[in-house]
């Protein structure tokens, strides 16, 4: 009975992940043309890959992006928790609003905070000039894209992260952290000696989740600022469509697909063993 209420799922799974991952397996395998015609090179395309200066730098700033992205938005997820966990005033309105963003298409978030980074008449450096700064090429230069990217994919992405930390929150009993303020503790010796210990499951599972979603960026690096500048937002995932539906190098890109997948993996199986012994 278990297998027949899974089986759907199942089955889904098999026909749109896991076929696909294995065909693109074989595929990395081959020179696979337009036409459909194909020839089997073995390990030919990694052997390409691994001395593409492209793959390497597309890399480099697929990981400096994460490195930015991943502590912006658990941070900023985590301070929202903490503060609507202790509001009890209009907690659910809160809640709505800032899990609003999540609900939001990227491409959608993408162009208004496009319009917003505007050199000429955008708003924050509207609002920087009523400081006397700026203005300030957000999206043209090669030091801030990464960084104003990060931020707004922190934006669209943060209210999900900040519901799973703030189910972690009330998940503590109530009882230890009144023990520790009986005890004198403050409330930063609270948060630094109860709270985070008991959260790190949870957190330990959103840092992962976050770094997997920061690996496999590139809409709003599409839409934003289209790999630029001088590849300065050229993601790993860029590289790879740019492979394959610019260049129709398929079995390339296929192979581009499987290294991503490979870091994808290690990521998942980190998860699996260090939550599963948290929760042991």
Do not use: C
């Not at 929202?80 to 978030?109: E, K, N, Q």
């Not at 043209?140 to 900040?162: C, H, Q, R």
Request: hydrophobic fraction near 55%; charged fraction near 15%; glycine fraction near 8%.
């Amino acid at each position: 009975m278990g297998f027949a209420f899974i089986a759907p799922m199942l089955v889904l799974f098999i026909v749109f992940r896991f076929g696909p991952t294995i065909g693109a397996a074989f595929l990395s395998l081959t020179d696979y043309r337009l036409s459909g015609e194909w020839e089997f090179i073995g390990a030919r395309n990694y052997t390409r890959l691994f001395g593409d200066a492209l793959f390497w730098e597309s890399l480099g700033v697929t990981a400096i992006y994460t490195a930015v992205y991943v502590p912006m938005t658990v941070l900023l997820a985590l301070g929202t928790a903490v503060l609507l966990h202790r509001t009890v005033w209009m907690r659910g309105f809160f809640r709505g609003v800032f899990f609003l963003p999540y609900v939001t298409s990227i491409v959608l978030a993408a162009v208004i905070w496009k319009w917003i980074y505007e050199v000429d008449d955008g708003l924050l450096n509207a609002a920087l000039g009523a400081i006397s700064l700026g203005p300030v090429d957000f999206l043209g230069d090669e030091n801030l894209v990464l960084p104003s990217i990060a931020a707004t994919a922190a934006w669209k992405g943060f209210g999900y992260t900040m519901l799973i930390l703030l189910a972690g929150l009330q998940s503590i009993p109530r009882e230890v952290t009144e023990a520790a303020t009986v005890d004198g503790a403050s409330a930063w010796q609270r948060f630094r000696w109860v709270t985070l210990p008991m959260l790190r499951p949870v957190l330990f599972f959103v840092l992962v989740i976050e770094a997997i979603q920061a690996f496999q960026v590139f809409d709003a690096m599409y839409v934003m600022t289209g790999g630029g500048p001088v590849r300065a937002s050229y993601s790993l995932v860029y590289f790879l469509y740019d492979s394959g539906f610019k260049y129709f190098d398929f079995g390339y890109a296929s192979a581009v697909g499987l290294m991503l997948f490979v870091v994808v993996l290690i990521f998942s199986l980190i998860q699996r063993r260090l939550i599963g012994r948290e929760v042991d």
